[in-house]
């Protein structure tokens, strides 16, 4: 197979500033986005990616193919179109309390179909990541992102749910059509198990995964850790893994299931992936931006070993 992972989805433009959105407000840029921000982190846990997306034919899409393959991700599945790249400007807060104003609307990669994915020949990738923001991008978007479902070897998929995006009613109604069958389903507990499942517990919506179909389950849960359901364990919770320094928390989530996806593809054990996607996105959040710090496997596997000999976060395994 050529790839161990192929991600689908959108690099949006970052302009990140500690300060209100004011006029003179000092900012830098950069690129993210969660489809670049997960496939920065599969490729740092050890696999061969592939971002499958559309940017524009400009300076812009220049360089966010330049950072795209900084971060060790192969650029052959992009796509140049002349439609605008997808931008977002943010304020920063060490504690999660965040703003985002975006400008994406008509941005390349909503053009993106299911002739991209077709295109790709995802088949060739051992697992395909996407998420419900790449499903919200268009009608079009959607349809790729239900025609990689189809077509992929082993699916994982991140509601990843934006109210400015799409309403309720349609990311439910997208998450449970990608359910049967998909190798992981990775919702948040409480945002989207509530709004898309009507569950109000970890349990509950592992559960309804699971009876949709889905193999296996990992319910985020903030500081409560992460619910594992599926695979050939027995369901079981495992702790986060302290942050040793928080500058920014944009990514992290995407950050554990690009680790999580990578680490499936390469053989590992379900909560052996889970555990280093938890100490991965814990020291994600020392950088700014949502590529500001991508950590490598070996710096996850020893931040987990050493919160593990001080009795913190304990590898579960």
């Not at 700014?288 to 496997?297: H, K, M, Q």
């Amino acid at each position: 197979m050529d790839y161990d992972v192929i991600v689908i989805g959108e690099v949006l433009l970052e302009v990140s500033t500690e300060t209100a959105f004011r006029h003179g407000t000092p900012a830098v840029l950069g690129y993210s986005g969660d489809a670049l921000n997960a496939a920065a982190a599969a490729a740092a846990a050890g696999a061969h990616v592939g971002l499958l997306s559309r940017v524009g034919d400009d300076d812009v899409g220049e360089g966010v193919l330049e950072r795209v393959a900084e971060l060790g991700v192969d650029t052959a599945l992009i796509a140049r179109a002349p439609e605008h790249n997808g931008c977002y400007v943010m304020r920063a807060d060490p504690s999660g309390a965040r703003a985002f104003a975006y400008l994406r609307r008509g941005s390349a990669a909503s053009g993106l179909s299911p002739d991209d994915v077709r295109r790709a020949r995802i088949d060739r990738a051992r697992y395909v990541l996407t998420s419900g923001i790449t499903a919200a991008l268009s009608e079009t978007s959607r349809e790729a992102v239900l025609a990689a479902k189809e077509h992929a070897r082993a699916f994982v998929y991140d509601p990843n749910f934006r109210p400015a995006l799409v309403d309720a009613a349609t990311a439910g109604e997208t998450l449970r059509a990608v359910s049967p069958g998909a190798a992981l389903i990775a919702p948040s507990h409480p945002a989207e198990t509530a709004a898309l499942l009507g569950c109000d517990s970890p349990d509950a919506a592992a559960r309804r995964l699971r009876a949709l179909g889905a193999d296996a389950v990992a319910v985020t849960c903030g500081a409560a850790g992460v619910l594992v359901d599926g695979g050939d364990e027995p369901q079981r919770r495992l702790p986060v893994v302290p942050a040793p320094h928080v500058v920014d928390q944009t990514g992290a989530g995407d950050t554990f299931v690009g680790t999580v996806t990578a680490r499936r593809a390469l053989g590992d054990g379900l909560t052996t992936a889970v555990e280093l996607g938890l100490a991965a996105a814990s020291l994600a959040v020392g950088g700014r931006g949502g590529t500001g710090r991508i950590p490598t496997l070996a710096e996850s596997r020893a931040h987990l070993s050493t919160t593990a000999e001080r009795g913190g976060a304990a590898c579960a395994g």
